[in-house]
Nanobody, 118 residues
Framework: QVQLVESGGGLVQPGGSLRLSCVAS????????MSWYRQAPGKKPERELV??????????NYGDSVKGRFTISRDNAKNTVYLEMNSLKPEDTAVYYC?????????WGPGIQVTVSS
């Protein structure tokens, strides 16, 4: 079955950096677009799109709040998608989720906490 497992989260000071990883299995990763979403505490229930990358990594797109600070990338040989997060701000504090669509159904990872605080 489809599995997405995030790692790399934690506590970081404002201005710091983190790299999230998402290891995928159970579907053809190399032909699937991948996305990162986040859900911040106390905000609306819907998750915010952070970044998306095409199957070959040739095209990426970012939410306005992270443009210029975050970079999404992938390694199809390792079935892994990454999110490099720089110049982190307290408002980046959220649970970050890996997401994909396979056979017309969406799949989420369990999420990983990122906390930006001094």
């Amino acid at each position: 079955q489809v599995q997405l497992v995030e790692s790399g989260g934690g506590l970081v000071q404002p201005g710091g950096s983190l790299r999230l990883s998402c290891v995928a299995s159970g579907f053809p990763f190399a032909t699937s677009a991948m996305s990162w979403y986040r859900q911040a505490p106390g905000k609306k229930p819907e998750r915010e799109l952070v970044a998306v990358i095409t199957s070959d990594g040739g095209s990426t797109n970012y939410g306005d709040s992270v443009k210029g600070r975050f970079t999404i990338s992938r390694d199809n040989a390792k079935n892994t998608v990454y999110l490099e997060m720089n110049s982190l701000k307290p408002e980046d504090t959220a649970v970050y989720y890996c997401y994909t669509v396979y056979s017309a159904r969406g799949y989420w990872g369990p999420g990983i906490q990122v906390t930006v605080s001094s």
